[in-house]
């Protein structure tokens, strides 16, 4: 696509549930990112793809957090027995290139109440 | 392990004034460097990025920054301020050989006053 895709825009959640998050990269960009954009601060890493595989999950905060792309295109980001604290936007993007900077998604803003 | 920190969550410039949004980063390894802008409700925008070659390097809209290795800074800067550049920015910067993980500032919120 012209752009990186990320559905939903607005997923509200109730704590203790189980969320997915969709991200679909620019055609033919293998590397795909993930971040976590909490208010007021700045993006922080999550994971990165190199194609199908997690080539650094150093950023994912805990095992309930998850992330797939099984056919080295759409990413799916999961959390399982999400808390309030994981109220944030996640952001993701992708790369042609490593070092030629990325292009972000729109975020989904995940609200945990 | 690199960080950046940028100096002054908030700016307030007149229109047609000079933006100056200052960087200054730590890495263990010859950095990269980003500017991203992002305005309410949507993605990081690339601004510009230094990776080798000439320090001062020219963005979109007018925006240019200049890597200076001996002062660890990366300051961002436009001529004339414009009410369309309000917006939040952030610096970031990845490892060389790697350049893969981006560590964002924690942003400046730029406001432009008539």
């Known amino acids: 696509g012209a752009g990186v895709s990320q559905t939903p825009s607005n997923k509200v959640t109730e704590k203790g549930k189980y969320v997915e998050l969709r991200c679909d990269p620019i055609?033919?960009?293998?590397?795909l990112y993930w971040y976590r954009q909490s208010l007021g601060q700045g993006p922080e890493f999550l994971i990165y793809?190199?194609?199908?595989?997690?080539?650094?999950d150093s950023g994912l905060p805990n095992d309930r957090f998850f992330a797939v792309r099984p056919e080295g295109s759409v990413s799916t980001l999961k959390i399982q027995r999400t808390e309030r604290g994981d109220s944030a936007v996640y952001l993701c993007?992708?790369?042609?290139?490593?070092?030629?900077?990325?292009?972000f998604g729109s975020g989904t803003r995940l609200t945990v109440v | 392990a690199q960080s950046v920190t940028q100096l002054g969550s908030h700016v307030s410039v007149s229109e047609g004034a000079l933006v100056l949004l200052r960087c200054n980063y730590s890495?263990?390894?010859?950095?990269?460097l980003f500017w991203y802008v992002q305005y309410p409700n949507q993605g990081l925008q690339l601004l510009l990025k230094?990776?080798?070659?000439?320090?001062l390097v020219k963005g979109i809209n007018g925006f240019e920054a200049e890597f200076k290795k001996s002062e660890t800074s990366f300051h961002l800067t436009k001529p004339s301020a414009h009410m369309s550049d309000a917006a939040e920015y952030f610096c970031?910067?990845?490892?060389?050989?790697?350049?893969?993980?981006?560590?964002f500032g924690t942003g400046t919120q730029l406001k432009v006053e008539l």
């Open positions: 993007a992708s790369s042609s290139e490593v070092g030629r900077g990325y292009t």
């Open positions: 055609s033919g960009h293998t590397a």
């Open positions: 793809f190199q194609g199908t595989g997690a080539a650094d």
């Open positions: 890495s263990s390894v010859p950095p990269y």
């Open positions: 970031a910067v990845s490892a060389t050989g790697g350049g893969n993980k981006l560590t």
């Open positions: 230094y990776t080798t070659g000439a320090t």
